[in-house]
């Protein structure tokens, strides 16, 4: 041993472990690091090929790569660590419009509760957008990733305007979850018990329900908390007024504030505008790279972006949904969720919750299901559901009317009508010769060119562009109408300039 070495064994022996660590620690990031097999495994990606189905690589490798999918030692760097929030059990079998519905809300309980919200990819099991089923009479639902359809807090987006939220509370994707809380480290919280514990029943008001679960959630020392049984947020309370009391909070979260579309929505968008409005398209929707169409070329098409000038955007949920109309009818059922906004008792009720803030106003929406003289209930509310043809040209000439004389809101010079649909070509078209025949432009979900990984996610492009548009019909008992109703209040859109059937 030299005279150098023998000065300082200490110090030597301290960058020995230093390395050790380094490379270990490297070795095991490389080990965990998900794969593009985490997203779509090797069999399902075969079958995936076999029925023709996309597999959008470029969307999966962004979301593998979101800067807090990183050991949580990375994120937290020693001081504390990341904790998430998973529910299993959520809606699944429904249409994408339901679960984003419960998606939305669990992100904001995330939010409150100081975790990482966990989404998961969507299996298309109901209205598959392309055919599933192999040729031995198996069906292999569509897989397609989160962020093909949504860029915002949901699906891993920021926290804040700005990008200055930390990085540990922003959602990751359920692969990542499976990576960074292993089961052994998983608590599970059983829904039907602990809402038991926390006092609440099915007559519970929206508001107690997201607090409490909250304050649990946000007091759990554990890291990974998972939430089985069903989905807290069920199908239930979108159908009930419970929910309006949860408005004030959730639509100030992240969740709402900062919703944005998909590059991939918003680049078909764009490549349609000229259906949409003779006016150039706003700059959030004007790609900002050479290849236009790529994923990664623009940025998010928010909620808050300046509308599309000229359109009125209608939305006719027609096909299987007569059927569901009836059902609605016969069970004497509320406006879907948002929807009853305007329901006049609601738009005046006096704000009990401490956390709302003084003053506030309930966004009055002007239109609800009201019980039209002469009529009964059920007849009403199957019009309000399934317009006719005649009741369709009669109403957007009246909303056109109203819109040109302004008031609450700018004027609006509406000349275009987009309608969002899954009707019959050939009615709709029937349709289309009526309005035109009334001095207005029209184009419908039929006109647009979409490519197929756009085409897998259509419902999401017609809803952006009922989201953007300078005023919106929508059917009251939907879904859909009520995500876009709730995406066009969170980015700023007029309240009167929303309207139903």
Same mark, same amino acid.
């Given at each position: 041993?030299?005279?150098?070495?023998?000065?300082?064994?200490?110090?030597?022996?301290?960058?020995?472990?230093?390395?050790?660590?380094?490379?270990?620690?490297?070795?095991?990031?490389?080990?965990?690091?998900?794969?593009?097999?985490?997203?779509?495994?090797?069999? #399902?990606?075969?079958?995936?090929?076999?029925?023709?189905?996309?597999?959008?690589?470029?969307?999966?490798?962004?979301?593998?790569?979101?800067?807090?999918?990183?050991?949580?030692?990375?994120?937290?760097?020693? #001081?504390?660590?990341?904790?998430?929030?998973?529910?299993?059990?959520?809606?699944?079998?429904?249409?994408?419009?339901?679960?984003?519905?419960?998606?939305?809300?669990?992100?904001?309980?995330?939010?409150?509760?100081?975790?990482?919200?966990?989404?998961?990819?969507?299996?298309?099991?109901?209205?598959?957008?392309?055919?599933?089923?192999?040729?031995?009479?198996?069906?292999?639902?569509?897989?397609?990733?989160?962020?093909?359809?949504?860029?915002?807090?949901?699906?891993?987006?920021?926290?804040?305007?700005?990008?200055?939220?930390?990085?540990?509370?922003?959602?990751?994707?359920?692969?990542?979850?499976?990576?960074?809380?292993?089961?052994?480290?998983?608590?599970?919280?059983?829904?039907?018990?602990?809402?038991?514990?926390?006092?609440?029943?099915?007559?519970?008001?929206?508001?107690?329900?997201?607090?409490?679960?909250?304050?649990?959630?946000?007091?759990?020392?554990?890291?990974?908390?998972?939430?089985?049984?069903?989905?807290?947020?069920?199908?239930?309370?979108?159908?009930?007024?419970?929910?309006?009391?949860?408005?004030?909070?959730?639509?100030?979260?992240?969740?709402?504030?900062?919703?944005?579309?998909?590059?991939?929505?918003?680049?078909?968008?764009?490549?349609?505008?000229?259906?949409?409005?003779?006016?150039?398209?706003?700059?959030?929707?004007?790609?900002?790279?050479?290849?236009?169409?790529?994923?990664?070329?623009?940025?998010?098409?928010?909620?808050?972006?300046?509308?599309?000038?000229?359109?009125?955007?209608?939305?006719?949920?027609?096909?299987?949904?007569?059927?569901?109309?009836?059902?609605?009818?016969?069970?004497?059922?509320?406006?879907?969720?948002?929807?009853?906004?305007?329901?006049?008792?609601?738009?005046?009720?006096?704000?009990?919750?401490?956390?709302?803030?003084?003053?506030?106003?309930?966004?009055?929406?002007?239109?609800?299901?009201?019980?039209?003289?002469?009529?009964?209930?059920?007849? #009403?509310?199957?019009?309000?559901?399934?317009?006719?043809?005649?009741?369709?040209?009669?109403?957007?000439?009246?909303?056109?009317?109203?819109?040109?004389?302004?008031?609450?809101?700018?004027?609006?010079?509406?000349?275009?009508?987009?309608?969002?649909?899954?009707?019959?070509?050939?009615?709709?078209?029937?349709?289309?010769?009526?309005?035109?025949?009334?001095?207005?432009?029209?184009?419908?979900?039929?006109?647009?060119?979409?490519?197929?990984?756009?085409?897998?996610?259509?419902?999401?492009?017609?809803?952006?562009?009922?989201?953007?548009?300078?005023?919106?019909?929508?059917?009251?008992?939907?879904?859909?109408?009520?995500?876009?109703?709730?995406?066009?209040?969170?980015?700023?859109?007029?309240?009167?300039?929303?309207?139903?059937?």
């Amino acid at each position: 041993m030299n005279s150098h070495q023998a000065k300082f064994p200490r110090l030597q022996s301290l960058w020995a472990r230093l390395c050790i660590f380094t490379v270990v620690s490297l070795v095991l990031f490389w080990v965990f690091l998900p794969r593009h097999e985490s997203h779509f495994p090797p069999w #399902t990606a075969s079958l995936a090929q076999e029925l023709g189905h996309p597999m959008f690589p470029d969307i999966r490798s962004y979301e593998q790569n979101l800067p807090q999918h990183v050991m949580p030692s990375l994120l937290s760097k020693g #001081t504390d660590r990341p904790r998430y929030l998973f529910f299993p059990n959520a809606t699944w079998g429904c249409g994408w419009n339901n679960i984003l519905q419960e998606q939305l809300l669990n992100t904001h309980l995330a939010y409150l509760s100081d975790r990482a919200y966990v989404f998961p990819g969507y299996i298309a099991r109901d209205h598959p957008p392309l055919p599933d089923t192999l040729p031995n009479g198996d069906r292999h639902p569509l897989h397609i990733p989160a962020n093909a359809f949504t860029s915002g807090s949901t699906t891993g987006g920021p926290l804040s305007s700005d990008g200055t939220d930390r990085l540990m509370r922003r959602a990751v994707s359920e692969e990542w979850y499976n990576v960074v809380c292993p089961r052994t480290e998983v608590v599970t919280l059983d829904l039907h018990g602990t809402t038991r514990e926390l006092g609440l029943d099915d007559n519970s008001e929206g508001v107690d329900i997201m607090d409490r679960w909250a304050k649990k959630l946000s007091e759990m020392t554990a890291p990974c908390v998972s939430v089985d049984g069903g989905p807290l947020f069920s199908y239930v309370i979108f159908s009930s007024k419970r929910l309006i009391s949860l408005w004030p909070s959730y639509s100030q979260g992240p969740a709402l504030k900062y919703f944005a579309w998909s590059p991939l929505v918003t680049a078909a968008v764009f490549r349609n505008f000229q259906l949409l409005s003779q006016h150039p398209p706003p700059q959030a929707l004007t790609p900002t790279g050479d290849r236009p169409h790529t994923f990664r070329s623009f940025p998010p098409y928010n909620s808050s972006a300046p509308p599309i000038l000229g359109l009125l955007g209608i939305h006719l949920r027609r096909g299987d949904f007569k059927q569901h109309c009836y059902r609605l009818v016969r069970e004497g059922l509320e406006y879907n969720a948002w929807n009853q906004l305007g329901t006049p008792e609601i738009t005046v009720r006096p704000v009990l919750h401490p956390s709302t803030p003084p003053g506030y106003a309930w966004p009055a929406l002007p239109d609800y299901l009201d019980i039209r003289q002469g009529q009964s209930r059920g007849d #009403t509310a199957f019009d309000h559901c399934w317009p006719s043809a005649e009741t369709i040209v009669s109403r957007v000439n009246a909303i056109r009317q109203s819109a040109e004389s302004g008031g609450a809101f700018p004027s609006q010079n509406l000349r275009r009508i987009y309608i969002a649909t899954n009707g019959d070509p050939s009615w709709i078209g029937n349709l289309a010769v009526h309005l035109r025949a009334d001095g207005w432009d029209v184009s419908s979900s039929f006109d647009m060119q979409l490519t197929l990984e756009e085409h897998t996610v259509a419902q999401a492009v017609d809803m952006s562009v009922l989201a953007g548009a300078e005023s919106f019909i929508g059917a009251g008992f939907s879904s859909l109408t009520s995500n876009v109703v709730q995406i066009r209040l969170a980015g700023g859109k007029h309240p009167e300039t929303i309207h139903f059937w």
